[in-house]
């Protein structure tokens, strides 16, 4: 929706539902002194997203965001970039993973605004990129955009097998707690019958709990585990922002009404003291999908930390800490024209 701002010209009078639905803090709530207060962003701008699962066995102080994702968008406005950030990289000075970092804030309520704060502060300090504004959503509130799009068109590399969804009397059901890994998803599949369900190889329109779960798989027939499901993360912001940028779904209120509800129920924003949402979605308003750039972490490879014979996470690769260094310094399109390989290419 915010990579679709443009829309929201034409739907002023939707303000009040905007304003009122989204969950908003204040940067001096999230400890972000570096953005700047007002009611738009002049210059570039960087944005913080992360993603956490949260279920209904699940302690609110458990959360980690497996998925972190930073979007840059240029000094014209005319640009934006998606990065991922490896959730198995250490927090700098720690050998915690950057995704505990969001575990680390959230207090004994499970406060997100302290879970942002905390995930802000750990990964700047391993990017050097500050963040004008920030927000998390659940993986739940994920589907339910998705659901109130209707569906979202996905292209699937190579048939892959979930480990979430199995095939229960003819169809597909969320059996989470069933296996975190190949070979307990398999065991489960052999013990109850019911087999793993298969994202068939293809470019179709998915359905939220589909589109999703194939973004969420990290067993993945090419080996490229997490690094590939960044990319299939990548790939499904993008479908998103697709259709809700598209004529059919921003001529219609009632799914825009339906859009922010389903965003607000699920979501926290992170805005510079004096901003507003409807603010925020107009600074970004001469974007749209077809302006925004999938990049790669570390080529989108593994770069293990192997220490007596033990892993121990991730770290950045030189043309890694270059790339987050070219986005602090708004030349990611210098960069990108002299790397073509950070590109993620999606179908």
Sequence with gaps: MMISGAALAGIRTLTGNIEGSIQVAENDDTGD????????FEGAFDVLLLGIDTRASQKATDARSDTILIMHVSANHDQ??????PRDVNIPGSNQRINGAFTNGLGS????R???RSAGAAITKLTGITFEASAVIDFSGFKKVIDALGTVPICVEAD?????????DGKPADVSSAGSNDKTADAYARSSGNPRYLHRKGCREMAGWEALDYAR???????SGDYGRQRHQQQL?????KKAGSAGVLSDFGKVNELIAAVGKSMLLSLPKGMGVTDFLFTAKDLASADLVLLKANDGTYASVVQNG???GEELTESTKDLFRAAAKDKLANYVLLNPQVVNNEK
Excluded: C, F, N
């Excluded at 892959?160 to 229960?168: L, R």
């Excluded at 798989?217 to 080996?223: A, K, S």
């Design 237 to 241: 912001i993008k479908a998103m922002a």
């Design 160 to 168: 892959t097998k979930s480990i979430h969804y199995y095939m229960v």
């Design 114 to 116: 302290g879970g942002l």
């Design 80 to 85: 934006a970039y998606l990065m991922s950030v």
């Design 33 to 40: 002194d570096a953005a700047p207060a007002g009611k738009a």
């Design 217 to 223: 798989q990290r067993y993945l027939p090419d080996g």
């Design 109 to 112: 309520q499970g406060d997100w």
């Design 310 to 312: 033990e892993y121990h």
